[in-house]
């Protein structure tokens, strides 16, 4: 097994890519750092680690097999694989409507018969490239693997594989387009597939700007993410555009339809919410976010963009009120509203110092809401 997938990443070299600017460990939020190991955690060769005298985490590229399984579990975007944005916008393009998309596992000889891409490994994945190929008219994906119980790589790709299955399919059934499923295609024979390096950069070659395979869809976005960062916003972004044309020919129906897209993203997203009684407008919860999904604007509002959220809780482990409050399910007609306003703080003036105060339920600014010790812990 592990053999098959040394011969596809040789056939298909992905290599993983970390920039370590965006790396949450080097975030800083009222003095404190973030002590994420996602990446690390979900690993399934310790390529990442952790160095004494490093404080971010490091990739060792003798040990990392190009897997991608960390990509989608690091919420600063500080990883991603070279080249695989061009790889999906080829894929999306080649989806004619009504096709079945293949995404076939590196570890499986050959590659797919039609229209999808081969991936280094299933489980590096994103549920919005797959509900993408489903919006723009695809009958269905297909998942191919070689069998993710007898690779190496174990339950840390078979695990996002059946939640990436379960959400994709929850939002598909309500959306009425078609289904995504698992194949095994471990007995498939191995053909000795050689890609020449011209053909190779053909499969990579960025889509022509106004062109687009499919009728009644969002047209593809030429601007893709840099070599490394912002994979997950990106993706995001692509989805709300395609979920606000699905809204847009729906017309009269569409609110009701849209507003029944609600879907489990516990893990990869969530839907915050305040209680307005115990909210005082401070900013922890909007510096804590990591993906500038929380925003505290200048007129006293929280605001939201919900496309943006991860569900990484930081917001709500930074709220010293217990304000701050995450669901995991979402519904994403909220996605293409594109902001909403959380909570709104009343404008008064300080009790203490007469200066205008951000802390409307006791009546104090910051300062000397913090001089009296409430905000002592930060």
């Known amino acids: 097994m592990w053999k098959n997938v040394v011969e596809g990443l040789a056939q298909y070299p992905l290599a993983v890519v970390l920039d370590a600017s965006r790396c949450l460990r080097l975030t800083s939020v009222f003095g404190r750092y973030d002590d994420c190991q996602e990446c690390q955690a979900r690993c399934p060769r310790q390529a990442l680690s952790l160095a004494a005298d490093s404080v971010v985490m490091e990739l ?17 975007d500080a990883l991603a694989l070279r080249d695989e944005t061009a790889e999906m916008l080829r894929a999306w393009d080649s989806a004619a409507v009504g096709a079945v998309v293949r995404m076939t596992c590196i570890a499986v000889p050959g590659g797919p018969e039609g229209p999808g891409r081969r991936v280094p490994c299933l489980g590096a994945l994103d549920w919005a490239e797959v509900l993408i190929y489903l919006l723009r008219g695809a009958s269905g994906v297909e998942l191919t693997s070689s069998g993710c119980e007898s690779c190496p790589r174990g339950a840390a790709a078979a695990d996002p594989i059946a939640a990436l299955i379960k959400r994709v399919s929850d939002v598909a059934d309500l959306a009425r387009c078609g289904s995504v499923r698992l194949v095994s295609n471990s007995a498939k024979p191995h053909t000795n597939h050689q890609v020449s390096r011209r053909r190779l950069w053909g499969f990579l070659r960025p889509h022509s700007p106004g062109h687009d395979s499919a009728t009644n869809v969002a047209p593809l976005r030429v601007g893709s993410p840099e070599v490394s960062g912002a994979r997950r916003k990106w993706l995001r972004a692509e989805l709300v555009r395609h979920l606000s044309v699905l809204k847009d020919e729906r017309l009269e129906t569409s609110h009701q339809q849209l507003e029944g897209l609600e879907v489990d993203l516990n893990g990869v997203g969530g839907r915050p919410w305040v209680d307005p ?102």
């Open 277 to 378: 009684e115990r909210c005082i407008a401070c900013p922890l919860c909007s510096a804590s976010c990591p993906t500038a999904a929380l925003e505290l604007s200048a007129g006293n509002k929280l605001i939201l963009k919900p496309h943006l959220c991860i569900g990484c809780e930081r917001c709500v482990e930074s709220c010293r009120e217990g304000a701050m409050h995450l669901a995991s399910y979402v519904d994403l007609a909220d996605w293409t509203t594109g902001e909403r306003i959380l909570a709104t703080g009343r404008v008064v003036g300080c009790e203490r110092c007469g200066e205008t105060a951000l802390l409307p339920l006791i009546g104090l600014c910051a300062s000397c809401y913090r001089q009296h010790g409430a905000l002592s812990k930060l």
């Open 60 to 76: 060792d590229p003798t040990r990392c097999d190009g897997c991608g399984l960390c990509v989608g579990t690091c919420p600063g």
